[in-house]
T-cell receptor, first 110, second 111 residues
Framework: GQNIDQPTEMTATEGAIVQINCTYQ??????LFWYQQHAGEAPTFLSY????GLEEKGRFSSFLSRSKGYSYLLLKELQMKDSASYLC???????????FGKGTRLSVIA | KAGVTQTPRYLIKTRGQQVTLSCSPI?????VSWYQQTPGQGLQFLFE???????NKGNFPGRFSGRQFSNSRSEMNVSTLELGDSALYLC??????????FGPGTRLLVL
């Protein structure tokens, strides 16, 4: 089976940096995704990691360690519009669907 | 390129009724997946279709079914609705084993 854990809620200050962690246990691994979801809206794709290391995309970066079953999403220079839920999702090997964590609700405060 | 579209966006039904939701994927995408999202359970996988064939199925009762047409459009059906079926139903399209892109969802309320 597959299990994905991420913190339920986080709060951070505008302009700061925040790291959202995700740990996973899967029977196989074929990639980890991060999505952003604003309240009442659909998830939007942020990043994809399949190899160990850091992927940077503007203010957002995502890191993966396959041996530790661990990923994090790093958000820099936080803005109020970054207040949203952040979903970690893992794809197993073979013909398996994405499995999502329950999401981390990030609140950015002034 | 137009994104994933879903219709209807909002729906109110009563217990025992049935409902059909529609999803049109991004042009060129052949894989369509459906998810149910509720505050308590998060995003839960319903099923995935590729080339009109169901590739994967989640752990939902047989009241939940789906299909995909030759133009990759997909529908899902829920029969004998229960209060607990109230949720946001999301459709995502992509190529198999690549990034999935979500539609805006259909918010279903069962009374």
């Amino acid at each position: 089976g597959q299990n994905i854990d991420q913190p339920t809620e986080m709060t951070a200050t505008e302009g700061a940096i925040v790291q959202i962690n995700c740990t996973y246990q899967t029977s196989g691994f074929n990639g980890l995704f991060w999505y952003q979801q604003h309240a009442g809206e659909a998830p939007t794709f942020l990043s994809y990691n399949v190899l160990d290391g850091l992927e940077e995309k503007g203010r957002f970066s995502s890191f993966l360690s396959r041996s530790k079953g661990y990923s994090y999403l790093l958000l820099k220079e936080l803005q109020m519009k970054d207040s949203a839920s952040y979903l970690c999702a893992v794809r197993g090997t073979g013909n398996t669907p994405l499995v999502f964590g329950k999401g981390t609700r990030l609140s950015v405060i002034a | 390129k137009a994104g994933v579209t879903q219709t209807p966006r909002y729906l109110i039904k009563t217990r025992g009724q049935q409902v059909t939701l529609s999803c049109s994927p991004i042009s060129g995408h052949r894989s369509v997946s459906w998810y149910q999202q509720t505050p308590g359970q998060g995003l839960q996988f319903l099923f995935e279709y590729f080339s009109e064939t169901q590739r994967n199925k989640g752990n939902f009762p047989g009241r939940f079914s789906g299909r995909q047409f030759s133009n990759s459009r997909s529908e899902m059906n829920v029969s004998t609705l229960e209060l607990g079926d109230s949720a946001l139903y999301l459709c995502a399209s992509g190529q198999p084993e690549e990034t999935q892109y979500f539609g805006p969802g259909t918010r279903l309320l069962v009374l």
